[in-house]
């Protein structure tokens, strides 16, 4: 039961943890904001060179490493967001004049940069695991994209809950960008064909001929999959979904600072107003 217990335990840890630890830093006073981004930084050089060097080790520890390596990577993907190092041109507010589809371009325009830098991120891990017999690293972060990818057209296409408050307040701005409504069409196709997925994984999991290594990392990605969904359906449930990260927001308790001059988007005009 250790290669399958263990990984989802694992899984589900790593995902909390994770979650709240980004939001913890994230809500911290922005003099600190360029420290941690280089301090982020550190970790994901460790962690790209975690991945290419565990590529060839198709062993329990190679499935472990290899996992944790790229929710490390990921992590820095979400942080430089969130900071607002890594985002788009476009840092206002949705023109109220703008309605429908042509919401599209200007909510693209808000997180271009973002997405072409994950792009170019599973390219160079797909570059480091080539032909290599460990692939965790890569299918995990590829899951990680595509479900947060689908995550956000749902949310620009509107759904019932927005976790709003995880947005910090120089990115306030995102809100605009959101639809909220009981729920829209491509919410049931992206749930199906995502829970679709997540049961192959198991099936591919629990297949009595693979290794140990092969179970433990289709453990991995199941898991991963699965709590994906969950983070679909917390879009849509009356469920206060945000109170398992209550402890990441404790960081924005503390007095507020102005923003310096070198902070991003600071030059930016201050919004009348105060995803996913």
């Not at 990115?171 to 069409?185: A, I, S």
């Not at 198991?202 to 289709?218: D, F, K, N, Q, R």
């Not at 402890?247 to 308790?253: A, K, N, P, Y």
Request: net charge neutral; with cysteine; glycine share 6%.
């Amino acid at each position: 039961m250790s290669l399958y217990g263990m990984p989802i335990l694992y899984a589900l840890f790593v995902w909390w943890f994770s979650t709240g630890a980004v939001l913890y830093v994230i809500g911290l006073p922005r003099s600190t904001a360029a420290r941690s981004m280089v301090a982020a930084t550190a970790v994901l050089a460790a962690a790209l060179y975690g991945i290419g060097t565990s590529a060839t080790d198709a062993s329990v520890t190679g499935a472990y490493i290899a996992f944790t390596c790229a929710i490390l990577v990921w992590g820095w993907h979400e942080m430089s967001f969130l900071m607002g190092f890594v985002t788009g041109p476009r840092r206002t507010e949705m023109p109220k004049s703008i309605e429908g589809m042509s919401r599209l371009m200007p909510a693209i325009e808000t997180v271009i940069y973002h997405e072409i830098a994950i792009f170019l991120t599973v390219i160079a891990l797909a570059a480091l695991t080539w032909n290599a017999p460990n692939q965790v690293g890569l299918w995990t972060f590829v899951i990680l994209w595509l479900m947060r990818l689908s995550a956000k057209i749902n949310v620009f296409l509107g759904v019932p809950n927005l976790t709003e408050e995880f947005l910090p307040p120089h990115l306030t701005y995102l809100k605009t960008y959101f639809g909220r409504r009981p729920m829209n069409l491509f919410f049931p196709l992206s749930v199906s064909v995502s829970t679709a997925v997540t049961v192959l994984l198991v099936a591919a999991a629990l297949h009595p001929a693979i290794s140990g290594y092969a179970t433990v990392g289709m453990t991995f990605l199941a898991t991963l999959m699965a709590l994906a969904v969950l983070e679909h359906w917390f879009l849509v449930l009356p469920i206060p979904a945000a109170d398992m990260w209550a402890w990441g927001l404790t960081s924005r308790d503390a007095p507020a600072q102005a923003p310096s001059n070198d902070a991003p988007g600071s030059d930016r005009q201050p919004l009348e107003k105060v995803p996913a």
